[in-house]
């Protein structure tokens, strides 16, 4: 269950539940209209907190989920797990799957003006994604970090 507080009033303002597996992580969007939940269940849900109810359900069937992360425009969010998958917001549609790692992804996150996407991974490294010329057309990982 996911409790939403207003830290003012010091009040539980609701619960949402809807997952069937632990959550693995949180994301709010920039403007703080939308939640982005991901859990083991194989799904994000998308949380509108003005009415206060899940909108949309992303399923990727067989697949570890672990990272959820809006960029800092609200424009597109990410999903990290058994593989990357890149969204538009609003729309909620699937741009791109990236893939270069050889074990779950355990964190995302999009760099300034989602010019890149940052990864971290069980398989002990952390891989830069760069865009060409679209979101659509990501690279395969234009540096990659060993860990440890």
Not at 10 to 18: E, K, L, P
Not at 56 to 76: A, H, M, P, R
Not at 96 to 106: I, Q
């Amino acid at each position: 269950i996911i409790k939403i507080w207003d830290l003012k009033e010091r009040t539980n303002v609701a619960n949402f539940s809807g997952h069937s597996a632990p959550i693995t992580d949180i994301s709010f969007s920039e403007n703080g209209y939308y939640l982005a939940t991901a859990a083991e269940d194989s799904t994000v849900k998308l949380w509108d907190l003005r009415k206060l109810k899940n909108f949309k359900t992303i399923s990727l069937e067989n697949s570890v989920i672990k990272s959820v992360s809006f960029d800092q425009s609200g424009t597109y969010m990410v999903i990290g797990g058994s593989e990357i998958w890149v969204y538009l917001s609003k729309q909620w549609q699937l741009l791109n799957t990236l893939s270069g790692h050889s074990a779950p992804v355990t964190g995302v996150k999009f760099g300034s003006n989602a010019s890149c996407i940052a990864s971290c991974s069980m398989d002990r490294t952390v891989k830069f994604f760069a865009y060409i010329r679209s979101i659509q057309e990501f690279s395969h990982p234009n540096y990659n970090f060993p860990v440890g």
